[in-house]
């Protein structure tokens, strides 16, 4: 089967880059680890998000079972990480996480994983695309009192900590709890019906001057054609250069690290 693969892993302005990216032997992945909020770091100075998306994309190239299985031993993995490390399984918000998008091919089809905020896409031979696990932005409500109040307003900061203590209650990352599990989207589909698998984090997301609680990939997947995923990675960029206090567009940091991976087939 022929294709071509495009790939990006790039940090963005925080002092590591928590993506993570896997791409070997028919099994591509991107992971975005979160940073704890009570900002511990561990083994030689790594914070848990950046310890979390490694463990996650170390497992996913395990091909000795379903992606499914592979992210209940992926998280399984990072909880006996926080273990080994004296992590507080009590303080919710100093665990570990990470979300996942992976695919893996095998005999003409393509069996898909994800679980969070980072995505996989399907975009068809007919030109059009379908988000495997559509899914409500959890951050919608954050992003947009940001947009209100500014970034570093301190009704911001409280909102993320509640927003971070309802992981695994109202959507799903990989952290060690068993809940994880319950929040888990995977497929199968038919490589014969697509031209193109995009798989990203939301650092690659275009940036969006008003907050949607379902995210609108159309403008990313259209740019994504037309300049490929370097030319994407510049567009939002530059979009995000332009705007340092984060007022026109809403975020949580100037640049947020960034996972692609794009298979044409």
């Excluded at 302005?13 to 032997?25: F, M, T």
């Excluded at 395990?62 to 273990?83: K, V, Y």
């Excluded at 060690?176 to 589909?189: D, S």
């Excluded at 007022?247 to 298979?263: G, N």
Aim: with cysteine; net charge negative; proline share 2%.
């Amino acid at each position: 089967m022929g294709m071509k693969v495009e790939q990006i892993l790039e940090q963005g302005s925080g002092a590591q880059n928590e993506d993570y990216l896997i791409s070997d032997n028919y099994v591509f992945g991107v992971f975005d680890g979160a940073t704890s909020l009570d900002g511990a770091f561990f083994d030689g100075g790594r914070s848990g998000g950046t310890l979390a998306s490694s463990i996650a994309g170390q497992t996913f190239l395990d091909c000795r079972q379903s992606l499914a299985g592979l992210g209940a031993q992926a998280n399984d993995s990072i909880r006996t990480q926080m273990e080994l490390c004296g992590v507080d399984f009590s303080r919710r918000c100093g665990l570990w996480s990470t979300s996942a998008a992976v695919v893996r091919l095998r005999d003409g089809a393509l069996e898909w994983f994800q679980t969070g905020d980072s995505q996989v896409v399907f975009i068809g031979r007919d030109g059009g695309y379908r988000v495997a696990a559509k899914r409500e932005d959890h951050d919608f409500q954050t992003l947009s009192l940001i947009r209100e109040k500014g970034r570093h307003h301190p009704a911001v900061r409280k909102l993320v900590e509640v927003v971070r203590q309802d992981m695994n209650r109202s959507y799903g990352v990989l952290n060690g709890e068993r809940e994880a599990e319950g929040f888990f989207r995977a497929g199968v589909e038919e490589v014969c019906n697509i031209k193109t698998v995009l798989l990203f984090t939301d650092g690659l997301d275009v940036p969006c001057p008003v907050p949607q609680k379902y995210k609108d990939f159309s403008c990313l997947i259209r740019m994504s054609r037309e300049l490929g995923l370097e030319g994407l990675r510049d567009l939002v960029r530059g979009h995000e250069a332009s705007d340092p206090d984060m007022k026109a567009f809403p975020r949580f940091k100037k640049h947020d690290d960034i996972a692609a991976i794009a298979i044409h087939f």
